[in-house]
C-alpha cells in the first residue's frame, strides 16, 4: 500500500502556463512533508518542508500548501527551467523508526515548452 | 560549503559480483542515509547510520549492508549482485537524522548490473 500517492505522473506546460501538482499521503502521525525537485542525472534538491495543515511556503515561482491528507505545490507562471521531477516525501511516527527515513512519492514529471 | 559526494559516479557489473559505494557526507552532518532508486519504484529506504552506529533499516534483503567510520564517511556494499540490484543509489545526509530533519542528497551511484 502507497503511503504517499503523487499526481498526475507527467505534465506539460506552456511557459506562462500555471498548474498544480497534487501528493496525498495515508500516514498519521505526520511529523514533516518535504518536496524535492530532481534533475535528470542528480540527486533530489530540498525545495521545502511542511509541518501542519494549514502551513504554506514559498519559493520564488512555487508555492507548497498543505492540508490533514494532502499537499499542493503550485507553480505560476512556469518557466522552461522548471522543468524537473518533483517528489514529495512524508517522515511519519506509525511508521517506526523515523531517524534518516522518507517515504517518497514515484514524482510528477514537469515539462515547460517555450 | 562542498554538498554530499559519492563515488564512482557509474558502476558496471555482472552478476553475482560484489560492490561497494562510498559516500562523504556534509563537513558537520553526522547522519548518513542510502536509499535506491529505480524507475518501478522510485527512491527506497535502506538503511541510516550515525556515529559508525545502523539506527533505522529498510526492507532489504541483507546482501545490502553498509558502514560508517568515525569522520562519518559511509560505504555501503551489495554482495552476490542480481539483475534486479540495477539502480541509482543515492546518499544522504544532516546534522542528527532526526525528526523534521531534511536530507541533503548526493548526485547517485548508477549502478548497472549485467
Known amino acids: 500500500e502507497d503511503q504517499v500517492t503523487q499526481s498526475p505522473e507527467a505534465l506539460r506546460l506552456q511557459e506562462g502556463e500555471s498548474s498544480s501538482l497534487n501528493c496525498s499521503y495515508t500516514?498519521?502521525?505526520?511529523?514533516?512533508l518535504f518536496w524535492y525537485r530532481q534533475d535528470p542525472g542528480k540527486g533530489p534538491e530540498f525545495l521545502f518542508t511542511?509541518?501542519?495543515a494549514g502551513e504554506e511556503k514559498e519559493k520564488e515561482r512555487l508555492k507548497a500548501t498543505l492540508t490533514k491528507k494532502e499537499s499542493f505545490l503550485h507553480i505560476t507562471a512556469p518557466k522552461p527551467e522548471d522543468s524537473a521531477t518533483y517528489l514529495c516525501?512524508?517522515?511519519?511516527?506509525?511508521?517506526?523508526?523515523?531517524?534518516?527515513?522518507?517515504?517518497f512519492g514515484r514524482g510528477t514529471q514537469l515539462t515547460v515548452w517555450p | 560549503k562542498a554538498g554530499v559526494t559519492q563515488t564512482p559516479r557509474y558502476l558496471i557489473k555482472t552478476r553475482g559480483q560484489q560492490v561497494t559505494l562510498s559516500c562523504s557526507p556534509i563537513?558537520?552532518?553526522?547522519?548518513v542515509s542510502w536509499y535506491q532508486q529505480t524507475p518501478g519504484q522510485g527512491l527506497q529506504f535502506l538503511f541510516e547510520?550515525?556515529?559508525?552506529?545502523?539506527?533505522n533499516k529498510g526492507n532489504f534483503p541483507g546482501r545490502f549492508s553498509g558502514r560508517q567510520f568515525s569522520n562519518s564517511r559511509s560505504e555501503m556494499n551489495v554482495s552476490t549482485l542480481e539483475l534486479g540490484d540495477s539502480a541509482l543509489y543515492l546518499c544522504?545526509?544532516?546534522?542528527?537524522?532526526?525528526?523534521?530533519?531534511?536530507?541533503?542528497f548526493g548526485s547517485g551511484t548508477q549502478l548497472s548490473v549485467l
Open positions: 544522504a545526509s544532516s546534522f542528527a537524522g532526526g525528526p523534521n530533519e531534511k536530507l541533503f
Open positions: 500516514v498519521s502521525g505526520l511529523r514533516g
Open positions: 511542511l509541518y501542519s
Open positions: 516525501a512524508v517522515q511519519a511516527s506509525d511508521r517506526g523508526s523515523t531517524l534518516g527515513r522518507l517515504y
Open positions: 563537513s558537520g552532518h553526522r547522519s
Open positions: 547510520y550515525f556515529s559508525e552506529t545502523q539506527r
